[in-house]
Structure formats: structure tokens, C-alpha cells
């Protein structure tokens, strides 16, 4: 627990993310006693988080800005990444108000909607598709290469195009890989239901770069020949 008094934010962490802390200490220094700065401060950081903490469709919004959406995956991803809970209070003198709790799923699906969001923003007319069910063709287990220009990762998504294809996940998204994976279960039994940004040359499909997912079902056996 990190706490820094008179007129603060409080975080609490569970499990303690002594590394966050460490990280937003510089960023809270000039706050210090500066009550209503800090205030403020409690209000946009809540505002900021709410702003993320639905799924949208694949439309950008108006009121966003691709800062808006490094800051809110900033925030959360320790939360997403580490598992626990991170509790935001504003404490002015003897008074304290809790401003949110943002969990390890929460965290995920913010950091979910931020990308789908920056994307966007990014490239109003980037083709992503959300909800689309895919089948791992060919998989590594290691943790995710984020600068990597390669993978040898491959997958179907029959409702984009017959053939396997590159499936990339940035360093925002890794944790995805390891929700996806991180069990014993065959991967390869399973379809997975994701959000993608799909990559074209020539209008013809080059890769996949994960950016949302809803879970997965086992695959039908299939019947004996």
C-alpha cells in the first residue's frame, strides 16, 4: 500500500505491485498537498477508467483521444498482467473516498476496449471484426514477442478468409495469449472467440493481431471413419 498524505490518492494493491507504485511515484510527487489538483486528479483518473469499462462496437468515439487510450491501458495493464485488484481512494485529511476498484478481468476488458479504440482512432477505416470465432493451427507457448516481426503462430478464421494466417498480439495484448493458453487443455481442440484487426496486401489477407476475448468452446469430435 502506497500512501501519500495530506490530500492524496491512496492505492491499494492486491497482490502489492511494489513496481506500479514505484512507477506512478514520480507522477503524484507534484500533487502533494495541492488538494484540489488531487481531487481533480481522483475525478479524471475515475472518468477515464469509466470511459473504458464497457465494450464498444467497432466505432470510434467522439470524445476520445489516442492518449486517453495509452493512459487508461497504463494504468490497468499491471492489474491485467499480475492478477488481485487495485483499489483508487482520494484521502483528504481524515476523510477518504473510494473512487473505483478495477479487477484483473475489468483490467483486461479496458485494456481491450482501449486498443479497439486507438486502433480506430489510428485508422477509422481499419477492418476489425469482433466476435469471430478462431482455431489455432499452429502454436507457440513461449509469452508473447511484441516487437517480433514474425510469429509462428497460425490461425483460421473461416468468416475472413479459408486459409490459416500470422497471428500477432502487441505487448498490450499479451496477457490475452496466456488467458487463452495458460490452461492445460489442447488449444487445438477449442474455437476462440476474438476481436481482430485483420492485415491486408493486395487485398489479400496477411495476418491477424488479436485485440479482444470472449472465451472459447470445445470443438466436435469428430465422427470415426
Not at 117 to 144: G, I
Not at 209 to 222: A, H, S, T
Amino acid at each position: 500500500m502506497s500512501v501519500v498524505k495530506p490530500g492524496s490518492i491512496d492505492i491499494n494493491l492486491v497482490p502489492d505491485l511494489v513496481s506500479t507504485v514505484a512507477m506512478a511515484g514520480p507522477l503524484l510527487a507534484p500533487l502533494i498537498d495541492k488538494v484540489e489538483l488531487i481531487e481533480k486528479f481522483g475525478k479524471h483518473l475515475k472518468s477515464l477508467i469509466d470511459l473504458f469499462a464497457k465494450k464498444r462496437e467497432a466505432t470510434a468515439a467522439d470524445n476520445l483521444s489516442i492518449k486517453d487510450c495509452d493512459d487508461a491501458t497504463n494504468i490497468v495493464k499491471p492489474i491485467a498482467s499480475h492478477g488481485g485488484s487495485q483499489t483508487f481512494n482520494v484521502i483528504n485529511g481524515p476523510v477518504t473516498v473510494q473512487l473505483l476498484t478495477v479487477t484483473a478481468q475489468e483490467a483486461s476488458s479496458i485494456i481491450e476496449t482501449a486498443a479497439l479504440e486507438k486502433t480506430l482512432l489510428q485508422n477509422p477505416k481499419a477492418e476489425v471484426l469482433q466476435r469471430v470465432p478462431m482455431v489455432w493451427k499452429r502454436l507457440e507457448r513461449d509469452s508473447v514477442k511484441s516487437e517480433a516481426k514474425t510469429t509462428p503462430d497460425r490461425a483460421l478464421i473461416e468468416e475472413i478468409d479459408e486459409k490459416p494466417h500470422a497471428v500477432f498480439f502487441t505487448d498490450e495484448m499479451s496477457h490475452l495469449k496466456k488467458q487463452m493458453i495458460g490452461d492445460e487443455e489442447n488449444p487445438y481442440q477449442a474455437i476462440y472467440f476474438v476481436d481482430v484487426v485483420v492485415s491486408r496486401s493486395s487485398g489479400k489477407v496477411v495476418s491477424y493481431r488479436v485485440i479482444g476475448y470472449y472465451g472459447k468452446e470445445e470443438l466436435e469430435p469428430l465422427p470415426p471413419a
